[in-house]
């Protein structure tokens, strides 16, 4: 079945941040404004500690849980691990895999990533898989080739039902919690070009409904510029979700570009 794509897809990635009772507040808080942005779908991506507070917080609303991480395997001795099974079992849809700060602080690689990909889709989560240059790259004119790579090593060999479950987000990691944003049309030229391997590879079809995410200080300000390129079907909002009004404002400024002609 293809996958219909709805609205701006805005998820909120808290990283290691909030307490329990911060998390549920911060829940309930984008809970209530759900109706104002109801064509957008909206994930809240909590530290593991916080999915359950979240869970209760936004059970019967239509905002979704997601995860920042899982392990390849099932189940087992691995210390410190959560599986794909155990994410589903809390309530989670999502689950982010290779985002920059797992790249670069904690080791992850592009075969991570694939090992990660698969086992998010076999526990029946949608992966979130994070691709994006350093600066270095885009100043020597790498940034498609290295995002080719990461797409090549992370999502080669996928099933064309699998791939219409999973969701890319472009993060040039020079504009994660930097304040410097991609411009919207340095983003939408990796996005466009995103959609055209995933054209080449799993077709029209395939390509026309993929979700394509842009992240890396993300705001109110730029939401709207960014999602009326083409390409461009929502964002992964780091430090920005941690403030419900900032958070629902960018939902509330791609939806309102949304519902202008791209
Ligand atoms: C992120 O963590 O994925 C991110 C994009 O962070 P920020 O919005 O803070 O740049």
């Known amino acids: 079945m293809t996958r219909e794509k709805k609205g701006p897809f805005i998820a909120g990635n808290w990283k290691m941040n909030l307490g329990l009772g911060e998390a549920a507040a911060l829940a309930r808080a984008v809970v209530e404004a759900v109706p104002e942005v109801g064509d957008c779908a909206i994930v809240l991506i909590p530290p593991f500690t916080a999915i359950g507070a979240v869970a209760g917080a936004i059970d019967g609303s239509a905002v979704a849980l997601g995860a920042q991480d899982l392990h390849w395997e099932k189940k087992g001795a691995y210390t410190g691990e959560i599986s794909g099974p155990m994410l589903v079992d809390a309530g989670c849809a999502y689950v982010l895999v290779g985002h920059s700060e797992r790249r670069q602080l904690f080791g992850e690689t592009d075969e991570t990533v694939a090992r990660k990909t698969r086992a998010a889709l076999e526990a029946g989560l949608s992966?979130?898989?994070?691709?994006?240059?350093?600066?270095?790259?885009?100043?020597?004119?790498?940034?498609?080739?290295?995002?080719?790579?990461?797409?090549?090593?992370?999502?080669?060999?996928?099933?064309?039902?699998?791939?219409?479950?999973?969701?890319?987000?472009?993060?040039?990691?020079?504009?994660?919690?930097?304040?410097?944003?991609?411009?919207?049309?340095?983003?939408e030229e990796v996005h466009a070009h995103i959609r055209d391997r995933i054209r080449a590879a799993y077709g029209n079809e395939a390509a026309d409904c993929a979700i394509i995410l842009y992240g890396g200080s993300v705001k109110p300000a730029n939401s709207h510029p960014l999602f009326k390129e083409k390409d461009i079907d929502g964002f992964l909002v780091g430090g920005a979700s941690l403030d419900a009004g900032g958070f629902v404002d960018i939902a509330r400024e791609a939806l309102r570009a949304h519902r202008e002609e791209k």
């Open 127 to 187: 992966p979130i898989v994070c691709v994006g240059e350093v600066l270095e790259e885009r100043d020597a004119g790498r940034t498609l080739a290295r995002v080719d790579d990461q797409l090549a090593k992370g999502l080669g060999g996928l099933s064309k039902e699998d791939m219409e479950r999973v969701i890319v987000a472009y993060e040039p990691v020079w504009a994660i919690g930097t304040g410097r944003t991609a411009t919207p049309g340095q983003a």
